[in-house]
């Protein structure tokens, strides 16, 4: 019996070959040449004004943290308001700032419920950080509004996020800054990569110093710049070497053309799922939000007993996921637990299916058949 992974990027190898090849034959594989490219592929397909192309999501939630706190004058120990249904990174770029993570609890698209934002808003708040979950999009129209209301900055966390959609639109324009992954399993894979999405154009300019330890003009611009003095820059402050490299971009490239195919098919899977498990009252599947054309980074359910069934999906060679433990029962944020009932509640009981490419209608029915007998045997 073959196994069913929760993941397994698929890249156009040949295709993605020839990018690399010119970076090799080049001798130029850093920072330059492809990531330039990507960028300007990347604001083409999303729409957005700015992007930035960095070495992780992480780094760049970091950055978006980082500038807005320099922009605008925070003090350590500002609160910012965030979920606790994400991978800890997430929450992590807060700490490294000096700031404190505020949690609010989730709705049933596993997204920040605007009402317990609002309820956790106090003097010192001063952003929301959405998490697009899966990449479904949630309530962020709503979250977007309050901020506005409330005079905060919103961080979209959009690592789920490439491709998806709200009402027609590419997300990301909701935010001050919207923050994608390109990690090895996200929907457009290489080994790591992310890219960070400015509203403002002087963050955008900053962000770009940010990457590069504080220098002001990059290697490419050096090179192939112009004026007699094209060679030199300025160290303005110290700063991380956080920007891209040309290798993972060309890989990015590659897989850009291919993201809303690739996409569409996550959400041919998911149609499948919902069809197969619709008849068993068991299994709570997580809806998608109106409106919403998520790229389908995970297939999320609710089930009891979760990690029985975790074991006995394995047992039949089916390797699921959980995508994520409520991070207020880490230890480093237990002085939250209980304040978000709704995200404890699904994280004890979150399941994300299988769901790649490489899966086929078979694929799909057999995960859904074991699921469902695994569920209802455990119910007798």
Request: aromatic fraction near 8%; charged fraction near 20%.
């Amino acid at each position: 019996m073959e196994p069913i992974h929760l993941f397994v990027p698929t890249f156009r190898i040949e295709e993605t070959l020839i990018e690399i090849r010119e970076c090799l034959e080049k001798g130029w594989t850093g920072l330059g040449l492809k990531t330039v490219d990507f960028e300007k592929q990347w604001m083409n397909y999303t729409d957005l004004p700015h992007a930035h192309f960095l070495n992780s999501a992480t780094a760049g939630l970091h950055l978006a943290v980082r500038l807005l706190k320099e922009d605008i004058g925070w003090n350590d120990g500002d609160e910012v308001i965030t979920t606790p249904l994400t991978f800890v990174s997430t929450n992590h770029v807060i700490l490294y700032e000096r700031l404190t993570p505020v949690f609010a609890d989730v709705d049933e698209y596993l997204c920040l419920c605007p009402q317990s934002v609002e309820e956790r808003i106090t003097p010192r708040t001063r952003a929301v950080m959405f998490v697009g979950l899966g990449g479904n999009t949630g309530r962020l129209p709503q979250i977007a509004q309050l901020c506005a209301q409330k005079g905060l900055k919103l961080i979209l966390d959009a690592a789920h996020m490439s491709g998806t959609r709200l009402n027609g639109r590419h997300v990301g324009a909701e935010a001050d800054v919207a923050v994608f992954s390109f990690h090895a399993v996200k929907n457009l894979p290489t080994a790591d990569a992310g890219m960070i999405c400015f509203a403002d154009t002087e963050l955008d300019q900053s962000v770009r110093k940010w990457t590069w330890l504080g220098i002001n003009k990059d290697t490419y611009t050096r090179t192939y710049g112009e004026g007699p003095q094209k060679w030199k820059y300025d160290v303005e402050h110290v700063g991380y070497k956080y920007h891209g490299n040309s290798i993972m971009a060309a890989v990015a490239l590659v897989g850009l053309k291919y993201l809303d195919a690739d996409n569409a098919y996550r959400r041919q899977i998911s149609a499948w799922y919902d069809k197969l498990l619709s008849d068993c009252e068991l299994i709570q599947r997580v809806p998608v939000a109106p409106g919403c054309d998520s790229s389908r980074h995970l297939y999320q359910v609710l089930v009891s007993n979760r990690d029985e069934v975790i074991l006995a999906l394995n047992a039949q060679q089916i390797f699921p996921g959980m995508h994520y433990l409520d991070n207020t029962q880490y230890r480093m944020f237990s002085y939250a637990s209980g304040m978000c009932p709704n995200a404890s509640n699904a994280s004890n009981r979150l399941l994300s299916l299988p769901i790649h490419l490489r899966l086929s209608r078979g694929d799909v029915e057999r995960v859904a058949r074991s699921l469902i007998k695994i569920v209802e045997g455990n119910s007798r």
